[in-house]
């Protein structure tokens, strides 16, 4: 059973850059066909994807956060990460790592609160 873990600061000034690890076990994130994503959710809002990695190393943003968004990975540790540069408090969110496939994300991680503040 594919597990994800989100780690990282729960508190990141604001200016400052957020960086996330997301720990897969029970699958590889070489495995062809997937993707391994990263989706946050502010306080009183719905789900936003920020972007992924697929399986190839290859990366994916969304447009309105791509330029301040890096995703890379550490296959040795089967591990991938996000950096969210110049934060401000609305990046406030709950962030989740998610693997997905065709058909959307099917495993998730338990989800980690970062608060944006000085």
């Known amino acids: 059973q594919v597990q994800l873990q989100e780690s990282g600061p729960g508190l990141v000034k604001p200016s400052q850059t957020l960086s996330l690890t997301c720990t897969v076990s029970?699958?590889?994130?070489?495995?062809?066909?997937?993707?391994w994503n990263w989706i946050r959710q502010p306080p009183g809002k719905g789900l936003e994807w920020m972007g992924g990695i697929r399986s190839d190393g290859g990366t994916y943003g969304s447009p309105s956060l791509k330029s301040r968004t890096s995703i890379s990975r550490d296959t040795s540790k089967n591990q991938f990460s996000l950096q969210l540069n110049s934060v401000t408090p609305e990046d406030t969110a709950v962030y989740y790592c998610?693997?997905?496939?065709?058909?959307?994300?099917?495993?998730w991680g338990q989800g980690t609160q970062v608060t944006v503040s000085s």
């Open positions: 029970g699958g590889s994130i070489t495995t062809a066909n997937y993707a």
């Open positions: 998610a693997r997905g496939d065709s058909w959307g994300m099917d495993h």
